[in-house]
DNA sequence: GGAACGATCTGC
DNA sequence: CAGATCGTTCCC
């Protein structure tokens, strides 16, 4: 499911990337915001699919969710990568001068360079397939940076 | 009403 | 490897 997202292109304002690393957040899952139901934080998640789920972390950090769940269930997918496309000079202004690959190689970096913090939070998702497919064989992997669930392999990369 | 804790990043 | 820094959640 959140494997698709593979290798699409993410378009906001004048920025484009390709995404490359994803996570997939289901509500049975413990690490998910969903997990203990819906509040207000996470309402866009138990929305209708297609939308913005954004929240802010760690006192400076905002992170970029699509919604993935049908209405009503709260399933997400969190933007871990993305490969600058467009916008780059952007991205290079609020990032600060820093090479391209480490612009937008993190949820919170990516969020940072696109420009999305909580105001973004619920707008439509603009993804689209330039052409380029899914890979056939995506690495997937263990988790980072949470505390439960680890072990559950729900990372998948573009090799 | 308060305390604990992050789906992280950066610089030391 | 620790600090930054604050919204959200949960417990009293």
Known sequence: MAQVLLNKRF???????????????TSDDPASHCYRGRTARNAVMFGPPGHLYIYFTYGMHH??????????????????????????ELMRARRGDRPDKSLTDGPGKLAQAFGLDLADNGA????????????????????????????????????
């Not at 004048?14 to 957040?25: D, L, N």
């Not at 992170?63 to 496309?85: E, F, M, S, W, Y």
């Not at 380029?132 to 072990?151: E, K, Y």
């Open 11 to 25: 378009v906001v304002g004048e920025c484009a990337g390709r995404i490359v690393e994803v996570e997939a957040y």
């Open 63 to 88: 992170c970029v969710n699509i919604a993935t769940g049908a209405d009503g269930d709260g399933q997400g997918v969190l933007l871990r990568a993305v490969v600058p496309l467009d916008g780059i």
């Open 124 to 159: 439509v998702a603009e993804v689209y397939d330039d052409g380029v497919a899914p890979p056939a064989m995506p690495l997937i992997g263990h988790r980072i940076g949470i505390t439960r669930a680890v072990d559950w392999p729900r990372r998948y990369r573009v090799p």
